[in-house]
Structures are given as C-alpha cells and as structure tokens.
C-alpha cells in the first residue's frame, strides 16, 4: 500500500475494546512472549498472491488479539496515515513473519517481501522506531510506487534500512529476464542464414548461396543493440533512482532517531 507525506496515528478499530489489552509498544504478559507473534514482529499478508502484499509491525499482542500498524493513502489528505488495528485470532492465519538472517539460496527461493538476508534488529529498538515515526511524521516521505511503502516503513523499523525488497526483487528479475531475453534473441538472428545470388559469374547463371542474416542485413545489429539498452538498462536506471532515494531516507531518518532515542535503547544496544 503506497502513501503520501502526512502521518496520524489512531486508536484501534475493528474488534471490540478489550479492558486486558496490553499499553501499545510494550511486551507486559507472559502470553505474549510464548503466542506465535511478538510485540515487534515484521508481518506480512498477500493482496493479491503472489504480486501484492501488506506489511506491518506488530504492536501487542496477547493469546486472542494482535494490535499491528496499517499503513495506506487516504483519499483527499495530504499524506500517510498509520492505523492501529485489531487483528483477531481467528485471522491471524493471514498474516506471516518475515524471515530475517535467511540464507543466501532462500532470499532468492522464496517470493520477494517474504523473507531476507539482512539482520533485524531486538524488538524494543524495532517498537522505538515506530513511536518515533507516529511523533515525527513530516520526516516520512512522500509516497512512490516502489519508494515509499507499508513494506519500506517496517524494514526501516525493523533493520534501520528504508527500502522495498519487493520491489528491488523484482528490478533484478526483470533486469536478469531481459538480459537473457536479449542473448537469446541475439543468439537465434546470429544462426539465421538466407539465399543471396552467388558472387561473380556464378551468380550470373542464377547460381545461389547462403550467408548469415546479420551479414545480408547488417542493420539488424543496432536494432539488437538498442532492444538490449532500453530493456536492460530502463530497470537499472529505476533501481539506481530507488537506491539513491532509499539512501537518502535511511541516513535522514537514522540521523533523526539516534538523536532523540531513549536512554534505555541505548543502553540494549
């Protein structure tokens, strides 16, 4: 889900209130540390599988309820809001953590957004990050498909790094795709041959012979050439445009955050 550059921070909604629900950004019960989620979790559900997902972090959560981010555009404002809420338990099949310190063969085996080889940081310096975000939401960049994102918000929250591993995912497929899309077409037009007149006075007696096409047709080769620059080198530029933003987004937000943390997540790190 793409946003905007304003940020509100609401109470839950969808679920009856609970009088037991644990303060938002805590890990208070023992529940909570035993449930298959914990406050802190990078979680993810599928829109549309497998090409669309919504990301979260998850607030508190106790035997029969998740509180988690939500993260979307509204219509008519100018910037992003931030939802708190209710995930009951009877859905919480929908929704999956984010494998994180995945091996190389899996972070490229599973579906992008899925899982990652970087390292999350502890829970509580994952919770700070998302209570400094809700306070200083004029830090949050103005939404970009594929810049600025549910998924870009909770790994920034979750590792300290502003980007979308979906979308970086998926400019390295279609790069890799391309690139062998061109080989192979370069490679077929290289083997093709045709029937020309055979040179000198053989050909005169209408004598034939066959020649490469890149031969016959040499204007085949900067064809070929400019395929190659436009469908290889379009995703690249996307991609180095993102990096550099996503860069840019990560040393703002992590100048701004290291200078206002809290004593005690200094003291865990």
């Given at each position: ?13 969808k ?7 644990p303060?938002?950004?805590t ?12 406050a ?7 829109n549309?599988f497998?090409?669309s ?45 984010v ?11 599973y ?6 080889c970087?390292?999350?940081?502890f ?7 998302v ?20 998924e ?14 979906q979308?970086s ?15 192979t ?5 290289s083997?093709?041959t045709?029937t020309v ?10 004598y ?17 050439a400019?395929?190659?620059l ?22 703002e ?15 865990k790190?």
């Amino acid at each position: 889900m793409f946003f905007n550059c304003h940020l509100q921070c609401r109470t839950p909604k969808k679920g009856k209130k609970n009088d037991n629900m644990p303060d938002i950004g805590t890990r208070t019960s023992e529940s909570e540390q035993k449930g298959i989620f914990d406050a802190g979790d990078h979680i993810y559900k599928w829109n549309v599988f497998p090409i669309s997902q919504t990301h979260a972090i998850v607030m508190s959560c106790n035997p029969e309820l998740l509180i988690v981010t939500k993260l979307y555009s509204k219509s008519g404002s100018f910037g992003n809001i931030i939802d708190l809420i209710e995930v009951p338990a009877n859905r919480w099949h929908n929704w999956h953590k984010v494998k994180y310190n995945a091996s190389f063969l899996t972070s490229h085996l599973y579906f992008s957004g899925t899982c990652s080889c970087m390292e999350r940081d502890f829970n509580e310096l994952v919770l700070s990050r998302v209570r400094f975000l809700i306070l200083r939401e004029f830090l949050l960049p103005k939404g970009e498909r594929g810049y600025a994102n549910s998924e870009c918000l909770a790994v920034w929250c979750s590792t300290g790094h502003w980007l979308t591993l979906q979308a970086s995912s998926f400019l390295h497929a279609t790069m890799a795709g391309q690139a062998k899309s061109t080989a192979t077409l370069a490679l077929y037009a290289s083997n093709q041959t045709v029937t020309v007149p055979a040179s000198g006075m053989w050909g005169y007696f209408g004598y034939t012979t066959k020649v490469s096409l890149l031969s016959a047709q040499p204007m085949i080769l900067p064809a070929l050439a400019s395929y190659g620059l436009v469908t290889i080198g379009a995703p690249w530029l996307l991609l180095k445009k993102y990096r550099k933003r996503w860069k840019n987004v990560t040393a703002e937000l992590n100048n701004e955050f290291w200078s206002s943390a809290e004593p005690s997540v200094f003291v865990k790190c």
